[in-house]
């Protein structure tokens, strides 16, 4: 069983920056991959960003250039870096993670609101 607790969203003007966290106990971090997901109300969850085991990340075409995707192993940390924020970002923002091997072991986090305000 792993628990996932997110930070970090909040309040920010068009174009600032906020970095999230997601941090994970109750298991091997090292041994999952992580997404972030994000969902407004009225629409279906849509994939932010992954980061796999290695470090290989991959984004939605709509974050590309503005988001990064991060991990701290050691930390049990995932982390999402969001610049340039625009107010078509705001949403309910949840953690995911999914074991590399057992995929069947899939996480979520409680969520946190991000609001980008014009």
């Known amino acids: 069983q792993v628990q996932l607790v997110e930070s970090g969203g909040g309040l920010v003007q068009s174009g600032g920056s906020l970095r999230l966290s997601c941090t994970a106990s109750g298991s091997i971090f090292s041994a999952y991959f992580m997404t972030w997901y994000r969902q407004t109300p009225g629409k279906q969850r849509e994939l932010v960003a992954t980061i796999q085991i290695g470090g290989d990340a991959n984004y939605a075409d709509s974050v590309k250039g503005r988001f990064t995707i991060s991990r701290d192993n050691a930390k049990n940390t995932g982390y999402l870096q969001m610049n340039s924020l625009k107010p078509e970002d705001t949403a309910v923002y949840y953690c995911?993670?999914?074991?590399?091997?057992?995929?069947?072991?899939?996480?979520w986090g409680q969520g946190t609101q991000v609001t980008v305000s014009s």
């Open positions: 995911n993670v999914k074991h590399g091997l057992f995929t069947q072991y899939e996480y």
